[in-house]
C-alpha cells in the first residue's frame, strides 16, 4: 500500500477530535490551556485546535500534538507514539504536491491513492481515472483552459493518477458510467471508447453503463465518488461542484450515497451487455470518422 500524508492527516485529526469530545471541553478550553502547557500563548486560539482537528494546516508541530495529548490526559505510551508518528507522516508529502499549480491541495488525490476500493457514478463525463490523454485535453480546453503548459500539466497529473489502477496492489474500481457520458465521446476522441473495452478486462476493474432509457433515478444531483479504507480508516464521499469540492463523512452521509450507488448498479447494464453498448458505439464512431 502506498502510503499517503493525507490518510495519516485525515486519521490523526480525526482522533484529536474524539479526544476532545472524551475531555468534554470545548476548543477555547484547550486554548486556554495549550498556552499555558507550551509556553507559547500566541502560538494557540480556538480557531487552531478547529483547524488541527479539521486537518486543516501547512504544517503541524509535533509538540503541538504532545500539548494536546497532555491536556487530553493521553497517558499510554503506544498510542502517545502513534500519534506523534502521525503527525510526521502528515507533514510529508506525496508526489501530487508538485502538481499544486493544477490540483491545489491534492486532498483528494492523496485519498484516493490509499483507498482499498473505489466506486464512482459519472453522469456526465467519463470518470478521470479512465481518460485517455486526449479526452483529458478536450474536458480540460472546454473548461476554458486555453494555456498550453496548464493543459499538459493536468494532463500529466491525471496520468500519474491513473497508475493506481496498475501498481501491485491496485484498489478495486467500479464504476457506473451513464450513457449520456458516453453519447458526448466524439469520433474525434473513439480511442476513448476502445481504452474502455481495454481496461475493462482488468481484475480490478468493473465498468457499467447506465442506459438512458431507465428515466428519472436518484442520482441525478450529480457526479459522487465512494472511497473505502483499510480498517481503522471509515470510508468518504467525495462530491465535486463547479466551485468546491465536498468531504462527507457522517455515517448517515455515506450511507445514503452507499444506497444510492447500489441502486444505479442495480439499474445499469451487466458488464457483459455494458461492454456490447461501448462496442457498437465504437463501431458506429469508426463509421462517422471513415464517412466525414
Known sequence: MISSPTLRRRRLSRRLRELRDRKGWTARQVADEAKKRSGRPRGWSDSKVIRLERGEWKRLRVDDVRVLLDIYDVTDLDEIAACEHLAKEANQKGWWATFD???????????????????????????????????VRAVIRSDGVDDETEVERRVAARMLRQQLLTRSTPPAYHAVIDEAALLRVTSQLRGQLQHLLDVGMRDNLDIQVLPIDRGPHAAMTGQFVIMDFPSPDPPIVYLETLSEEIYLEKVADIQRYQQIYDFVRTEALPLDESREIIQNLLISRNQDATNA
Open 101 to 135: 499549480d493544477v490540483l491545489g491541495s491534492g486532498q483528494f488525490v492523496g485519498l484516493e491513492t490509499e483507498a482499498s476500493q473505489i466506486r464512482t457514478y459519472q453522469p456526465a463525463a467519463i470518470p478521470g481515472l479512465l481518460q485517455t490523454e486526449d479526452y
